[in-house]
């Protein structure tokens, strides 16, 4: 990515090639390197009462998602200065912040109940936030986490948290049926996104060794118009960083779920399986290379790796 960025801002003389786009680039850089390295060093010590201060992180988050909740527009909106609506904070990072601090610190909270309480409260958090995406990926990580780490007891508490669920719905008064559909069909995101993504693949093909970095500004004027998945890594870098991409996405989810069948199961295998599912099927659906979480998956990994080689027994 490095050598990509710096290669077509040197030598690409097209018109559409700007410092802010290159920008855009290096900042995600920075950020993925960033949160490897928080993987990597991520340690947790064992005198430190993670369940009383995750609770109280998590009770935060809840209170802000309420507090800045706007009934009509069905989301949370955060102004940066007070009253100004029109200067908010992205609800998309506030549902970013809630899911990593829960799939990273739940593994180390001891108690089975705390665990599922605070997992509600995330997924409350996440659907007052208004990011779906976030909410469903949380929600399908959710009865792997507990499957690999309680079994059959896990497979229990699935059960009876569905039906829990499914009770709490029907006497809500919440309109599942047109919640599921504003979400899948007549979105106008996601027809936006099938046409960036036709768009996308039309500049990958013309050029699949080196991608077509910054196509997106020349076809839709501005960097944000990017391919909405993994395939955003071969557009914006070319076929190489995208076999990195996917291969390093891929071995740490098969690193976690290894650890797991072989019954190593320590609260950093858990934190990585969490982190590495949820970005996976993430990039594979919705998100793209500006969405730089799975190097913390990776980051993870490494450490989890660092750990068995230090001999840890449940890493």
């Not at 998309?92 to 899911?99: D, E, K, L, W």
């Not at 290894?258 to 950093?268: E, M, S, T």
Request: proline share 3%.
């Amino acid at each position: 990515m490095v050598a990509s960025t710096i290669l077509n801002q040197l030598l690409n003389y097209q018109k559409y090639i700007t410092i802010e786009g290159t920008l855009s680039n290096v900042e995600v850089i920075v950020w993925m390197i960033a949160l490897f390295q928080i993987g990597l060093h991520f340690n947790v010590p064992e005198n430190i009462r993670v369940g009383r201060w995750l609770s109280l992180l998590l009770i935060a988050f809840a209170a802000c998602a309420i507090y800045f909740f706007n009934g009509s527009a069905g989301v949370m909106v955060m102004p940066v200065l007070p009253g100004d609506n029109s200067e908010a904070a992205n609800y998309q990072g506030m549902a970013r912040s809630v899911i990593c601090t829960s799939f990273v610190f739940l593994p180390f909270i001891k108690g089975l109940r705390l665990r599922i309480i605070l997992m509600l409260l995330t997924v409350f958090t996440l659907y007052l936030i208004g990011s779906r995406t976030e909410l469903i990926l949380f929600l399908i990580t959710v009865p792997i986490f507990f499957l690999a780490h309680f079994r059959l007891k896990g497979a229990y508490v699935l059960l009876i948290g569905a039906a829990v669920a499914l009770l709490g719905l029907l006497f809500s008064g919440v309109d599942v049926l047109g919640k599921l559909q504003s979400y899948t069909s007549g979105d106008a995101s996601l027809n936006e996104r099938s046409v960036l993504l036709g768009a996308g693949i039309v500049g990958v093909m013309e050029s699949p060794i080196f991608g077509d970095y910054l196509g997106q500004v020349r076809d839709f004027g501005a960097t944000g118009y990017y391919i909405h998945n993994a395939l955003s890594m071969w557009q914006q870098h070319g076929l190489l960083a995208f076999i990195l991409f996917i291969y390093l996405s891929f071995v740490s989810v098969l690193l976690a779920l290894k650890l797991v069948i072989n019954g190593r199961i320590g609260p950093y295998s858990d934190a990585l399986l969490g982190v590495s599912i949820t970005c996976l099927v993430g990039i594979l659906t919705t998100k793209a290379i500006f969405w730089p979480i799975p190097a913390l998956a990776w980051g993870l990994a490494a450490n989890v790796v660092g750990r068995q080689r230090m001999g840890s027994v449940n890493p």
